[in-house]
């Protein structure tokens, strides 16, 4: 039946009006049924034929075909004809959720109006008109009113399905009419632009195979709509981080990756998410992510970004609370290991040894949180004196500490000496725990085989301060400082496998503690520097220079 009506050629007008009525009501009653081809034939020649088709004629076949219009792509062509005929058709058509979703970006504002008019919408129709904004719908014009048919025949946008305009009512009165019935059921969207400038909590996302976000509920769309997850954003740009890419190239699901919005006070900002692939039911291809995203929690802040003032104290009230039980389970594996209230089996002292082992491991990290929460919240800024220590001795003990580790990871550590002495103002045990944690930061991310190299270094033109060079591993050798400062930040750029204490803190909290004797942590492209203040005097340097010469 479609072929033949596309092979005949319409002679006249009588001929095109017959062959826009056959094929619109074809396609109203089987379109679902048809193949790709004939559908895409159908709807080329009723765009071909529209122009010759009188408006009048294209009203009735639309309030014909209306109330068993289920076919979209029709639904679509006719919503995008004059207002006359489209909210006709746009007032009873009856589809599915996914499909009018998919077709509201393609209308005109008129159609939109006419949509957010209706009651018996799916609630997720409302709430894509919603994320258009009121500015995206229009009340009709005056020329719509003007029409080939008499007033009766023309249908309010607003109207229920079975009002019409009373005969001899004026253009103008009746366009009054409309206005006012507009302000009296425009509330939904109304309230949704009003809403539209309070901080946003959480939104709704959806891609396409390519991983380019294409769909939207809950945030302005101009801030997410054609941002990629399969790749990552650097240097602060709009995007995902890396969690996102890793899992959207093993097509698996996205946990609280990180999504960065630019736009107004309500979508800027940092952005948690979690999605998951789907695939088409039919042919098993790959469609997409579709997902949630929400705003971050304090805890999952990132370095650099602003805290609350009491943010210190919080947390050194939450290591104090560690503390207690971990003591008391240390101190009760301590007994049983001890075998101080009797025989105790081999298995059980063996296990009450893990125990205690762990439990030390577990209090050195919150030593680490709680030096990193004393740090942080000092105002600081002028260093205290600080010791004289020698920070060659601190780098050999910390070679020596780290043997087992750098035997289990297979990794060789070198690291030489250039100049000297390597006196410098810090405290023992801070020196210990900066240089020991860099280093074990290091070497946990080299790979298996690897050779991690250094340098301590104190020379003449630089007699102020210390130098501890470590070339980056491999892993990490084009990552960016803002990577290796995010505790959320894995080298292999896949889901968050990372320890406890990850890179980003471990880096951080060097830094930190550098910064409260005088020094700081460099990244650089090719090293990490360890900067410290040097006890070496002036004088001391330049001698030693000449001898050496």
Not at 216 to 234: H, N, P
């Amino acid at each position: 039946m479609i072929a033949t009506i596309l092979r005949q050629a319409p002679a006249d007008d009588r001929a095109c009006i017959a062959a826009w009525r056959q094929l619109s009501d074809i396609l109203a009653q089987r379109g679902n049924q048809l193949d790709d081809d004939d559908i895409r034939r159908s709807l080329h020649a009723l765009a071909v034929l529209r122009p010759r088709i009188p408006e009048s004629v294209r009203r009735d076949c639309a309030r014909a075909i209306a109330r068993h219009g289920r076919f979209a792509p029709l639904v679509a062509l006719y919503a995008n004809d004059v207002a006359a005929v489209s909210a006709i058709m746009l007032r009873d058509a009856r589809l599915p959720e996914a499909d009018w979703l998919a077709m509201l970006p393609a209308t005109s504002a008129m159609a939109r109006s006419v949509l957010a008019g209706r009651t018996d919408l799916p609630s997720g129709v409302y709430r894509a008109l919603a994320s258009l904004g009121s500015a995206s719908m229009a009340l009709p014009q005056p020329a719509a009113m003007t029409q080939e048919t008499a007033p009766a025949e023309v249908v309010p946008l607003y109207a229920a399905p079975d009002a019409a305009v009373e005969n001899g009512t004026s253009q103008i009165s009746e366009l009054v009419r409309r206005i006012d019935k507009f302000q009296s059921t425009r509330g939904q969207p109304a309230a949704a632009a009003r809403l539209s400038n309070a901080p946003r909590a959480a939104f709704m996302f959806e891609t396409g195979p390519d991983g380019v976000i294409q769909w939207v509920d809950g945030v302005t769309r101009g801030a997410v709509i054609g941002l990629s997850i399969a790749e990552a954003a650097f240097g602060g740009e709009p995007g995902t981080d890396g969690v996102a890419a890793g899992g959207f190239r093993q097509r698996a699901e996205i946990l609280n990756a990180r999504m960065m919005l630019e736009g107004t006070p309500a979508d800027a900002g940092e952005w948690r998410f979690s999605a998951l692939p789907w695939f088409d039911p039919a042919t098993g291809q790959f469609r997409g992510y579709r997902g949630s995203a929400r705003r971050p929690n304090r805890s999952e802040t990132p370095y650099g970004r602003p805290v609350a003032e009491d943010s210190g104290d919080s947390i050194r009230q939450l290591i104090h609370e560690l503390r207690s039980p971990l003591n008391a389970i240390s101190g009760f594996a301590q007994i049983v290991a001890g075998q101080m209230f009797g025989p105790v089996s081999q298995s059980y002292r063996t296990m009450a040894d893990t125990i205690v082992t762990d439990a030390a491991s577990v209090q050195t990290i919150i030593d680490d949180l709680e030096t990193a929460a004393r740090s942080n919240s000092a105002a600081a800024i002028d260093p205290p004196p600080g010791e004289v220590v020698d920070i060659g001795a601190v780098v050999t003990q910390v070679e020596n500490d780290l043997a087992a580790l750098l035997t289990e990871q297979r990794v060789d550590l070198s690291i030489s000496r250039v100049g000297g002495p390597f006196l410098g103002l810090a405290n023992d045990a801070n020196a210990r725990r900066m240089v020991g944690r860099l280093l074990t930061a290091l070497v946990d991310v080299s790979e298996a085989g690897a050779i991690l190299v250094g340098q301590l270094v104190t020379e003449s033109q630089h007699d102020d301060m210390l130098q501890l060079r470590i070339v980056r591993p491999a892993t990490i050798r084009f990552a960016t400082a803002a990577d290796l400062l995010d505790p959320g930040f894995s080298p292999e750029g896949e889901a968050p496998g990372a320890a406890v204490l990850s890179l980003g803190f471990s880096l951080r909290l060097v830094d930190s503690l550098a910064r409260t004797v005088g020094g700081r942590l460099d990244i650089g492209h090719n090293a990490l520097t360890l900067h410290l203040r040097s006890a070496n005097s002036k004088a001391e340097v330049e001698l030693e220079a000449q001898q050496g010469e």
